[in-house]
């Protein structure tokens, strides 16, 4: 399947692109340099030179707002023109310049526009919850280069059964693997309930909430935006008793195609109804959130996604999914894309479009 190319992807967090730094990503196969200019605002261009196609990520940044290459030593602007020749008469050939991306800093997030039409920022969804200004607890804004294709890792958050077998012990249990699912669907906006009432809590819903291994009603509404931004509003409360009286978080997720077998995966949690058990242990609590849902993406997610990428990609024989309830999430999400990107093809195609 082609990359959907004109979408807002996430490119990085704020805190990850520090001024005078040059970081090179490569998104959708296309190696990109970001860096700040003087003004603090971000910029990305193509990460090969003009000229003969150095990587401008080994340069430096020179006069605030200029990358330098780093073997000849011309010089690009965060548009991609070449701004400075330091050879001969100076003289900068019209072809010399850079493709540049549009970028968009929101929700602590510099989001990336890939395709060549125009970027609208009020595209971007509503990610407020990370505002650095929110008011709101938010843990470690952490990321992961996974070895696993965007769509295997959609495939995963939207079908959230699979935290019964495989974070066993952290987000579910061998109570949690029946749930109540729906789905719903707004737009291109995807809804994925799930829901099981009366179970023990989960190892890191225990430690969130009562930390006494007691039963509670436990729910994970999952909510997917094109191309891959996820919210799971997920948490405990006592059996029957309203969400409201209970605690949990939203889990932040937004997958980037680096290529079409690796991903980078950016998530964070956002505390809701955060129980207060005092210091240091609020502190240590917040901490091994961090610490816990990396592990389980890291280890345990990454862990079976990339071993069943292997089989579907080393299968010697014509592979088709054999579907179940479970993968509403899956199938209304790929369907969406699946139209999106056909459409996008299309008018490429017909020359309407200006897709790259
Ligand atoms: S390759 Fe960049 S200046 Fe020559
Ligand atoms: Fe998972």
């Given at each position: 399947m082609s990359f959907l190319r004109n979408t807002w992807y996430v490119a990085?967090?704020?805190?990850?692109?520090?001024?005078?730094k040059l970081v090179s990503r490569t998104f959708l196969n296309e190696p990109i340099v970001m860096f700040r200019r003087e003004d603090g605002s971000p910029a990305a261009i193509a990460d090969a030179c003009a000229h003969r196609f150095a990587p401008l990520s080994m340069g430096k940044i020179v006069h605030g707002d200029r990358v330098r290459c780093p073997y000849h030593a011309l010089e690009f602007d965060g548009s991609g023109a070449c701004v400075h020749n330091p050879h001969g008469n100076g003289r900068i050939p019209p072809a010399m310049k850079v493709r540049s991306y549009p970028l968009h800093e929101k929700h602590s997030l510099i989001w990336i526009w890939m395709g060549d039409k125009e970027a609208d920022p009020a595209l971007i969804p509503d990610f407020?919850?990370?505002?650095?200004?929110?008011?709101r607890l938010v843990s470690k804004r952490d990321w992961i280069l996974m070895e696993a294709s965007w769509e295997l890792i959609t495939d995963n958050l939207l079908d959230l059964s699979h935290t019964a077998v495989v974070h066993e012990g952290i987000l579910g249990s061998e109570h949690t693997i029946k749930a109540n699912l729906t789905i719903e669907q707004k737009g291109t906006t995807v809804f994925v309930g799930r829901s099981v009432p009366n179970v023990p809590a989960p190892g890191l819903y225990d430690l969130l909430y009562k930390r006494d291994g007691g039963q509670v009603d436990l729910w994970a509404d999952m909510r997917w935006d094109v191309p891959g931004c996820m919210i799971n509003d997920t948490g405990v409360t006592e059996?029957?008793?309203?969400?409201?009286e209970g605690t949990g978080f939203f889990g932040m997720h937004f997958l980037t195609p680096e290529t079409e077998k690796t991903t980078y995966y950016l998530f964070a949690a956002v505390r809701q109804n955060p129980r207060s058990w005092g210091e240091p242990l609020d502190t240590e609590i917040q901490r091994q959130v961090s610490d816990l849902r990396r592990i389980a993406f890291q280890e345990q997610d990454q862990g079976i996604i990339r071993a069943q990428q292997n089989v579907m990609h080393t299968a010697p024989y014509p592979l088709k999914y054999c579907l179940l309830e479970i993968d509403v999430g899956p199938v209304r999400y790929k369907r969406i894309m699946d139209g999106l990107v056909r459409q996008e093809q299309e008018e490429l195609q017909a020359g309407t479009g200006r897709a790259a």
């Open positions: 990085l967090w704020s805190q990850d692109l520090e001024a005078g407020r919850l990370l505002d650095p200004d929110s008011g059996p029957g008793a309203p969400r409201a």
